[in-house]
């Protein structure tokens, strides 16, 4: 009778268990345990595991050990007891156990599993991966060991491999949330971001509360209301499992996103330390790097990434971006750094390209399509906002492709004037190809380049007849596949030697089309005549802080006594990241008294503040762009130090444009830093120009959206008559010749093909 009753509490705790009641079970379970005898030590194994479940480790301690009093030699009630030790974090006691059930039953795959994952804890991945492998012999479908087994392979940096296992363990197990995760993890840290999202959300469609693959989710889309709750989560795993590289990278990327970018490093270091070649910390790190100005540094922690894969695109667009913030390098070798990932990712894709046929009607209505992820509050969104609000829709069918991951206003904006949106942030590169050419787009304009969520993979491929570049970048792509780029007699003139892959093609006035923000205040009255100092300012992102940007604004501001630099930017958040932004500035003699460092605050907050500053300083050779017209609407002057890149003249173009550049444009750093000083001392210059720049913007070229898209159309209407001619613009021709051109010239006044150094490859 006593048997039978204890099997019937088993089998009664075995169904409370099953339908979710674990309290109710383990009482059964305790009934059921009574005796010395087999269904007992079963009883209380069954007891063990469900407290483990519920993170009662030391209960399960003295349950696991109550079996084991009943049978000495029961396996798995040592493995449940090593279990037990290890959520205790006693890696000791739970090694003892483990070894104590694998001499009792030598293939016990749940044993093997367990000492396996100690020895991944302890830095071992090698012989852990020997256990799992075990296991796996033993019993193939073992979940733990699969998923385990995808860690070790990650730790020990195969990821090709890692990716496999992934999707074996997912084949066994298709509806297990932790399988999704686990594979996702595997893609977001080996740079597939892209995939790795779609495995998040497909762990989601398997339990809803997954929490790690909503922090994983929060990690990606910047939200920065969960990041907190993010960086907590990962860092009680680590606590609870142990440090690995991937929890470790994963908490670095999240740091990062936070923007506690001294945190992160510190974190990437200790990953590194673990795996030199972890391919996600050392991108973290070097993101973190270029977020204090050290670009040599970033540029070589990516090129050691590229070791560890070098087929990833995303590295060597980030060597590229890099290297247009360096001063020292010249445009040739800036350029190589773009043609290097077009000799990697463009040039073995020429069999796989779209063949378009020429001909057709040069005057039909032509479908353009932009993509880009940054359809926001963005200085592309706020760029094109205005374009696209003029476009001639009975000429031009407009689409947007676009990575946005979260709307705001100008997103909302910029869609309802565009004729069909498309969101593809999670499509691949071969599905966003079939889908543009589907479209029948004529003409595709990148608005990214190598920045964050640059597609130029899908360009390559050629999906659209005619491929152009616009304002999303402010160099040469590298790219064969993209003819043309497009650029404005200012920025690219004849007499200024430039690198291009692409043909570059003028706008008659700038580039740019400015869109103030609804919300400016009006201009302030000079801050000079109430403080009695002058206040130089840069609102700029303080990767473009170079050095020799360092030493000359300090120069200038010991010129001017009592002057003051007040800076704002969203990295200068991080206490770390202000401290060593004041220790640079000290070493060239500038004290901290005289720095007003600023973090991030709300659009409309940070566009008041021009309110506080004098005159900017513009940095080189990466000048402002939007910093430069936001400060020159609210009445600030820009001085800028003049290149001969793309992006070291974008300050000067926009100056030339308001009539100023011969004033507030300078050639040489001496130059640059007497131009500032001399305008410190002229108040009443100052006053006028406070009073005078908005007229002045909003009369200039910078500021008529209209007749600025008719200028857009009229070079798009021209590449596309070129393009059904069987020619190209500039090759053979000049762009104001082709037949039927528009009244409108595309060229600057002197033709500068001849003159620039330009690469045709």
Not at 130 to 151: G, H, M, W
Not at 546 to 561: G, N, T, Y
Request: with cysteine.
């Amino acid at each position: 009778m006593r048997r039978l009753s204890s099997l019937l509490w088993l089998h009664l705790g075995h169904w409370l268990g099953g339908h979710g009641l674990a309290s109710l079970a383990e009482t059964c379970y305790r009934n059921s345990a009574g005796g010395h005898d087999q269904r007992s030590v079963q009883a209380w194994c069954h007891l063990g595991k469900s407290l483990l479940d519920r993170g009662q480790a030391k209960d399960a301690v003295a349950t696991y050990e109550q079996a084991i009093q009943c049978d000495p030699r029961h396996a798995r009630a040592w493995c449940g007891l090593g279990a037990a030790h290890r959520l205790m974090a006693d890696l000791d006691a739970a090694r003892r156990a483990y070894d104590e059930a694998l001499r009792i039953d030598p293939d016990l795959p749940q044993a093997l599993t367990n000492l396996g994952e100690w020895f991944l804890v302890k830095r071992d991945a090698a012989v852990a991966l020997t256990y799992f492998d075990r296991s796996l012999a033993r019993e193939p479908r073992q979940r733990e060991a699969l998923a385990n087994r995808v860690a070790a392979l990650f730790e020990l940096g195969r990821y090709p491999e890692a990716e496999t296992a992934a999707l074996k363990a997912i084949d066994c197990f298709p509806d297990q949330a932790a399988m999704h995760v686990n594979h996702g993890n595997v893609l977001l840290h080996t740079g597939q971001a892209r995939s790795a999202v779609k495995a998040f959300r497909k762990a989601l469609e398997c339990d809803p509360a997954c929490a790690e693959a909503h922090m994983n989710l929060a990690t990606f889309f910047g939200e920065s209301h969960h990041l907190a709750q993010t960086i907590g989560f990962i860092e009680q795993e680590i606590a609870l499992k142990g440090e690995t590289t991937q929890r470790l990278g994963a908490l670095a990327l999240a740091q990062a996103a936070k923007k506690d970018y001294a945190a992160a490093e510190k974190t990437c270091r200790k990953a590194l330390d673990r795996q030199a070649g972890c391919l996600s910390a050392l991108i973290t790190l070097g993101s973190c790097l270029s977020a204090r100005g050290d670009h040599q540094g970033a540029i070589a922690l990516n090129e050691q990434a590229l070791k560890a894969n070098p087929q990833m695109p995303s590295i060597f667009s980030c060597i590229a971006f890099s290297a247009t913030y360096l001063l020292d390098l010249s445009p040739q070798a800036v350029f190589e750094h773009h043609r290097r990932w077009s000799q990697c990712f463009e040039t073995p894709t020429t069999e796989r390209r779209y063949v378009h046929k020429t001909g057709g009607d040069p005057d039909r209505l032509l479908r353009i399509g932009y993509v880009s992820g940054d359809f926001g509050r963005h200085p592309v969104g706020s760029l094109l906002r205005d374009v696209v609000r003029y476009h001639d829709l009975s000429q031009f069918e407009i689409h947007a492709f676009s990575m946005m991951r979260q709307d705001d206003d100008i997103t909302i904006a910029i869609r309802k004037c565009v004729s069909t949106w498309h969101d593809v942030l999670l499509t691949s590169d071969d599905e966003l190809v079939r889908l543009i050419h589907d479209q029948g787009i004529d003409i595709l304009v990148d608005l990214s380049g190598h920045t964050a969520y640059g597609r130029l993979p899908v360009f390559v491929l050629k999906p659209a007849p005619v491929q152009a570049t616009w304002i999303g970048y402010f160099h040469s792509t590298g790219l064969e596949a993209i003819d043309y780029f497009i650029t404005d007699p200012h920025t690219s003139p004849a007499d200024v030697p430039q690198w291009f892959s692409e043909i570059p093609v003028w706008l008659p006035h700038s580039r740019f089309c400015y869109s103030p923000p609804d919300y400016a205040p009006e201009v302030t009255p000079l801050p000079l005549l109430t403080h009695g100092q002058i206040t130089f300012g840069s609102f700029n992102r303080l990767e473009k802080l170079i050095d020799p940007v360092i030493e000359a604004w300090a120069r200038i501001l010991k010129a001017v006594p009592n002057s003051r630099l007040f800076m704002k930017a969203g990295a200068l958040e991080d206490e770390s990241i202000r401290d060593d932004l004041s220790r640079r500035f000290a070493a060239h003699g500038l004290s901290a008294e005289r720095l007003e460092l600023r973090g991030p605050s709300p659009h409309p907050e940070m566009m008041a503040e021009y309110g506080e500053m004098d005159i900017a300083l513009d940095t080189f050779p990466f000048n402002g762009g939007m910093t430069t017209l936001e400060a020159l609407w609210m009445g600030v002057p820009v001085v800028t130090l003049v290149g001969q890149s793309v992006v070291a003249r974008q300050t000067f173009s926009v100056l030339a444009n308001l009539g100023l550049a011969e004033t507030l444009a300078f050639s040489d750093v001496d130059a640059f830093v007497q131009g500032a000083i001399d305008l410190a001392n002229d108040p009443e210059r100052l006053a006028t120009l406070r009073r005078e720049l908005r007229p002045r913007l909003s009369a200039s070229p910078l500021r008529q959206a209209e007749t600025f898209t008719r200028d857009l159309e009229a070079l798009y209407r021209q590449m596309w008559r070129a393009w059904c001619a069987g020619e190209k613009l500039g090759v053979g021709a000049p762009l104001s010749v082709l037949p039927d051109a528009p009244p409108v010239t595309m060229i600057p006044p002197q033709d500068p093909a001849p003159a620039l150094a330009r690469l045709r490859l």
